[in-house]
């Protein structure tokens, strides 16, 4: 019999899964410990009846199971964490370096004061301004109230600033106390009526929305997932649109499920282009070199809409897939993942805004990725001691610091154009006056993100390391000293001779008698 994984030369014998004509107990609790592996689940009752009927082997199960869906949901998770992005960012902090608006500005900076002077005067401009001054505006926020009848949506009610507006309008006073600005009282009366028309409350004649953050069914609260439409006052939909387009929702994580998304699709990012690249059989040193990305149909209509001002903040000024259909047809409820071709100075997951979120600066993100991809730390010898007399602004001469920096100072040039520092923003300096990412690791040069990721693809701990991770996501636990001495020098000859397919080592490892039948199995 041959067994394409014996082709590798790896050292794991497999199992014989036709060595039993009908399975028994062992081999499916075998069967269900590969599928919890895989994808976290046992397995399904078809491919159970299956395998207990004999019609599917055990070795077609992990190879079917380690290019499904739930695998790459599991190993995307896996990376994630290894990566460190622990938790969703808050994608609305996002800034256009373009234009300097923030995603939370383009979604909530227009007012309703904006909303009430869409045809205003010079006047009406400069007195709202003033306004801004005071701080005495009510962004555009929409609240949603549950009725009897279905979830409604009406204008923020979590502080009632309609009698605010009333006093401003009718008295002639501010929020603050302070008499309002000379001129203004009529505006504040418009102000007051709009309030007034989009300040809905249960029992008031609505209509039913399509609003553009839940356009499919009610998803914002689980006592209400059975109601099909949400429901709004016309003059609702008259000032934010026929899907509330111009309109948010409050912040609160439980009623903008659109942004929710969007901040799980750019924090996964990372680990589904990883997760696909191996489902797929390609070659594990793309997940540092690729110029592609994955993306999710709804990570593209946000791209699309709000976050338009957005491409110029990616390396080359957007995607060279600009007309993908995710682009040009989006679709907020595609949750299927997309390969999306960037440029050429990208670089797998280096020049993801998830990795460079979850880092701290240029240091940081080399640092990460030596950790991440190598499996080894920048460390001072032992005993070595800091000189704090020493305050040599260049780290690489400083005692102490200079055992680590003359190596990571000419690594950490190849970001030069990503910031110092770490900020809550993605951007690249497309520009690039006077700034030089040329950098310098392992003995090999180059300029950018794409040199050091394919550098770092081809250092010989690369391919170590990503048997340990491979051994790591099959058994939830870091490879013994005795594993790695006896695991890991065939399984790197076979990942290497294979153009590092890290699937078949992932599935080499499940079919393993190590894996398989451990001490104490029954």
């Not at 938790?87 to 904006?114: C, D, H, M």
């Not at 009848?149 to 006073?173: H, L, N, Q, V, Y």
């Not at 970001?415 to 040329?438: C, L």
């Not at 079919?511 to 104490?520: A, H, I, R, T």
């Amino acid at each position: 019999m041959s067994y394409p994984i014996r082709a590798l030369a790896l050292s794991f014998c497999l199992l014989a899964t036709n060595a039993f004509a009908v399975p028994g107990f062992v081999e499916l609790k075998q069967a269900d410990k590969a599928a919890i592996a895989l994808t976290g689940k046992p397995l399904t009752d078809d491919m159970r009846n299956q395998f207990l009927k004999g019609e599917i082997s055990l070795e077609t199960i992990v190879d079917q199971l380690s290019k499904s869906p739930g695998f790459i949901d599991r190993f995307a998770g896996y990376w994630t964490k290894t990566l460190g992005i622990q938790s969703p960012f808050n994608s609305n902090q996002l800034r256009s370096a373009s234009t300097g608006k923030s995603i939370y500005s383009v979604l909530e900076g227009v007012t309703w004061l904006g909303i009430g002077f869409e045809n205003a005067a010079a006047s009406d401009a400069k007195w709202l301004q003033g306004v801004y001054d005071y701080r005495a505006t009510a962004p555009l926020e929409l609240w949603i109230d549950y009725c009897d009848d279905a979830p409604m949506i009406t204008w923020r009610r979590s502080i009632d600033f309609f009698p605010r507006f009333k006093k401003a309008a009718e008295d002639g006073i501010g929020w603050n106390g302070d008499p309002i600005l000379p001129g203004t009282q009529a505006g504040w009366k418009k102000l007051q009526d709009l309030a007034g028309e989009t300040f809905a409350r249960c029992g008031d004649k609505t209509i039913p929305v399509k609003p553009w953050w839940d356009p499919d069914q009610v998803t914002v609260n689980g006592k209400y997932k059975n109601v099909l439409e949400y429901r709004t006052l016309p003059a609702i939909i008259t000032h934010c649109g026929p899907k509330l387009e111009r309109c948010s929702t409050v912040s609160e994580s439980e009623t903008n499920i659109f942004m929710n998304k969007i901040n799980r699709d750019i924090s996964l990012e990372p680990g589904y282009l990883i997760a696909q690249t191996v489902a797929e059989d390609r070659p594990f040193s793309e997940v540092l070199t690729t110029p592609q990305t994955v993306m999710t149909g709804t990570q593209g209509y946000f791209m699309s809409t709000w976050g338009k001002d957005l491409w110029a903040n990616f390396p080359g000024k957007g995607f060279a897939d600009a007309n993908h259909k995710i682009f040009s047809s989006p679709n907020i409820s595609d949750r299927s993942r997309y390969w999306i071709t960037r440029n050429t100075l990208n670089a797998g997951i280096l020049t993801t805004p998830g990795y460079q979120l979850a880092t701290n600066g240029r240091r940081a993100m080399i640092n990460r990725a030596y950790e991440t991809f190598l499996c080894r730390k920048f460390v001072v010898p032992e005993g070595a001691q800091a000189d704090p007399t020493d305050s040599n602004p260049d780290l690489t001469k400083r005692a102490y610091c200079s055992y680590c920096h003359k190596s990571i100072e000419p690594m950490a040039a190849f970001f030069n154009r990503w910031p110092t520092t770490g900020v809550n923003n993605f951007v690249y300096d497309n520009d690039g006056k006077n700034v030089s990412d040329a950098g310098r690791f392992n003995g090999s040069a180059g300029q950018g993100a794409a040199a050091f990721g394919k550098i770092l693809s081809e250092s010989d701990y690369f391919d170590d390391c990503s048997v340990q991770r491979a051994f790591e996501f099959v058994n939830g636990r870091k490879m013994t000293y005795s594993e790695s001495v006896n695991m890991t020098p065939a399984a790197v000859a076979a990942f290497g001779a294979t153009e590092k397919n890290l699937r078949k080592v992932i599935k080499a490892m499940i079919l393993s008698p190590e894996f398989l039948n451990p001490k104490g199995l029954k």
